[in-house]
């Protein structure tokens, strides 16, 4: 009965580390409304719903770190908090009175889903995340209703469109914010250096070429691909931290510098309601990522403490000898050692007389010739084996192992085993959520891509843009192409279904590794390397074009990121095991063993990757294995002595063009 308290001590300690202390509450004041009267003046006085209002976001981190009893105090400070600063940024009082109510509500309400248990609300799960989603989901929709309720009745303004923007702006901030309070203890990872600098450097980079004005729509993925390698690889805290970083510069950009050129022809509120579903996907994914991380290191460790456990071996145990002889008033002790003696202590009498359970065990085991088990009222083990002594007259020997440690060892195993197919059935249930998350993303962002592209054609077929706005427009054209196929990238990675037959034609090497060196020429020539195409133009390989290429493309992209500048590249034609090979050779710094060990996991980054801070998700490797794999080819990757790597695509067509 001593653990479940030793946890609920543990708990409770967590508990009031979390607690913010009343000293602290007057600087919170100041800083909910400082942050609410910037919102009010970001939007204007005269708005009646702000762009943004992070104030929602805080407010509920205050209110996860309130002492429960102190909670309604907690909610109070809240809407007076809201009161003061909508009167401050020139709202009246007939708004900023409802205003401050509906705040105290809307924090409540995440709270009354977040924390009906005693011991608070922790991010540790994906169940964990929906949970906060639907809390954030519930808070903002009341919250929307309420202030377009009131802002209808009180200014005559559209109740529909109020809904959906303060609808918008409340969620972005709860999913933005909240979690930051969520976090478990030791939430903040060991720090890789290296790489967290490295991310950090291009992701702030990033944002400027996606959010300023004349930046274009392609752009805008990009900061979204660091903030991926931020949840998959730093610590939860620094990823939720610059998720919150990217929304509020995209925001503040957008709204100070003006709109990019891919939302300018939108109005004010229609760029209000682009920039914050774009705020919204970036906490939704990051949440996701950072709890399936939870996960899956929590069921790495039942693992590995189940592996610990059952590597630490058997208690040697205590073997007791006796040596009995059966009378007709009882059994009488001839001999033991001490074991005996120790184990029978509760059972013999002054004159060696036995009697009790384990002598029953013992003329039950002679009897009936099989091996009795005795487990004692107040705990332990004893193994009981006994056998008749020929010819001695009723006297018999008898084997008593206290099988304590080996019996407790065995359930142990159970229990060990019972907890590892759990944590192999939890590994499996994040891989395909996560694989789910992947496709459900990719499928969502098709439908835009193929409008900017639809629109792009049009653009180039009219006849009344300048060259300077046509070479504009064919820009567009490509970095949406490439997006397109990034996207592919994606699904593929879900999907692992053969490529349909009427997709497979005869395509020559020479076409495969034309194409791709002409996709990645501009990259190469900005390196000043060398690309070198020596296949065999007589060499031809079925399959689908589309797979191939890519899987290619990935490879050849690959060779060129990783060559330093004066390096070469070889694309040439070999064979591996009878098999048509396109091999690509590159004078990079090669891959480690550990590196290559990993090569094809998703998002994995070697070492090499982080010293020559190369860009990239980690994703190339797996795609290609993966086309490959559903067109019977492989990837095989071969480190070179002295640096190098070769990268070669197998084939499933090993006959040559007659």
């Given at each position: 009965m001593h653990i479940p308290l030793v946890h609920a001590d543990l708990a409770s300690a967590e508990q009031r580390q979390r607690i913010a202390p009343l000293w602290s509450w007057p600087l919170i004041a100041l800083v909910l409304v400082a942050v609410a009267y910037a919102s009010v003046l970001l939007s204007g006085p005269d708005a009646s719903v702000s762009l943004w209002w992070p104030a929602a976001g805080l407010g509920v981190c205050f209110a996860l770190r309130a002492e429960r009893r102190r909670l309604p105090a907690a909610l109070a400070v809240i809407g007076l908090c809201t009161l003061v600063a909508e009167l401050a940024g020139g709202r009246g009082a007939p708004l900023a009175v409802p205003y401050g109510l509906i705040?105290?509500?809307?924090?409540?309400?995440v709270i009354l889903v977040l924390r009906p248990g005693a011991q608070g609300f922790r991010l540790r799960t994906t169940r964990d995340a929906s949970r906060l989603v639907v809390a954030a989901l519930t808070a903002a929709l009341i919250t929307g209703a309420l202030i377009s309720t009131t802002t209808l009745l009180l200014k005559g303004t559209e109740f529909g469109q109020t809904l959906v923007n303060t609808f918008a702006a409340h969620l972005a901030a709860l999913l933005l914010i909240t979690p930051l309070a969520a976090l478990p203890p030791g939430s903040l990872d060991r720090l890789p250096r290296v790489e967290s600098l490295a991310q950090a450097t291009v992701l702030v980079a990033s944002i400027p070429l996606a959010f300023l004005p004349g930046s274009f729509l392609p752009l805008a993925t990009l900061p979204f691909a660091f903030i991926v390698w931020g949840a998959a690889r730093l610590p939860a805290a620094l990823a939720l931290g610059?998720?919150?970083?990217?929304?509020?510069?995209?925001?503040?950009?957008?709204?100070?510098?003006?709109?990019?050129?891919?939302?300018s022809i939108l109005d004010a509120r229609e760029m209000a309601l682009v920039i914050e579903a774009y705020m919204i996907t970036i906490a939704v994914f990051t949440i996701m990522l950072v709890t399936t991380r939870y996960e899956a290191r929590a069921a790495m460790a039942t693992a590995t403490s189940a592996s610990q456990l059952l590597s630490g071996g058997l208690v040697d145990s205590q073997v007791g000898l006796v040596i009995a002889q059966q009378e007709a008033d009882g059994i009488i002790i001839v001999w033991a050692n001490r074991s005996a003696f120790h184990m029978l202590n509760d059972e013999l009498s002054e004159d060696r007389t036995w009697s009790g359970p384990l002598a029953r065990n013992a003329v039950a085991s002679m009897t009936e010739h099989v091996q009795t088990v005795y487990e004692k009222p107040e705990g332990g083990v004893i193994s009981v084996l006994a056998h008749p002594i020929p010819d001695q007259g009723g006297r018999f020997s008898t084997q008593l192992v206290d099988v304590t440690a080996s019996v407790r060892?065995?359930?142990?195993?159970?229990?060990?085993?019972?907890?590892?197919?759990?944590?192999?059935?939890?590994?499996?249930?994040?891989?395909?959520?996560?694989?789910?998350?992947?496709?459900?993303?990719?499928?969502?962002?098709?439908?835009?891509?193929?409008?900017?592209?639809?629109?792009?054609?049009?653009?180039?077929?009219?006849?009344?843009?300048?060259?300077?706005?046509?070479?504009?427009?064919?820009?567009?054209?490509?970095?949406?192409?490439?997006?397109?196929?990034?996207?592919?990238?994606?699904?593929?990675?879900?999907?692992?279904?053969?490529?349909?037959?009427?997709?497979?034609?005869?395509?020559?090497?020479?076409?495969?590794?034309?194409?791709?060196?002409?996709?990645?020429?501009?990259a190469a020539e900005a390196k000043g390397l060398s690309l070198r195409v020596e296949t065999d133009p007589a060499l031809i390989v079925h399959g689908p074009a589309a797979d191939l290429r890519r899987a290619v493309g990935n490879l050849v992209a690959n060779a060129v990121t990783f060559t330093p500048p004066g390096g070469t590249v070889r694309i040439w034609s070999d064979t591996e095991d009878g098999r048509i090979a396109l091999r690509i050779t590159d004078t990079g710094p090669g891959m480690s063993p550990a590196t290559l060990a990993h090569a094809f996991d998703r998002f994995y980054r070697g070492a090499e990757a982080a010293i020559a801070n190369a860009p990239g998700t980690g994703l190339g490797l797996p795609i290609a294995e993966r086309l490959m794999a559903r067109n019977e080819g492989a990837i095989l990757l071969e480190s070179l002595p002295g640096g190098g790597l070769t990268a070669s695509v197998v084939f499933r067509d090993p006959t040559p063009a007659e």
């Open positions: 705040s105290a509500v809307e924090v409540a309400v610059e998720a919150l970083f990217l929304a509020s510069a995209s925001l503040l950009l957008t709204a100070i510098l003006g709109p990019p050129s891919y939302i060892m065995t359930r142990a195993r159970e229990a060990a085993e019972q907890a590892r197919a759990a944590a192999r059935t939890a590994l499996a249930e994040l891989e395909r959520q996560r694989d789910d998350l992947i496709a459900t993303t990719s499928h969502e962002l098709r439908t835009p891509i193929t409008s900017i592209a639809g629109y792009t054609e049009l653009l180039q077929e009219s006849d009344r843009l300048s060259a300077q706005e046509r070479s504009w427009v064919e820009i567009v054209g490509r970095n949406t192409e490439r997006l397109s196929e990034l996207v592919e990238d994606l699904l593929t990675l879900g999907n692992a279904s053969d490529a349909s037959a009427s997709d497979i034609r005869a395509v020559t090497l020479t076409e495969l590794a034309t194409r791709s060196v002409e996709a990645h020429r501009s």
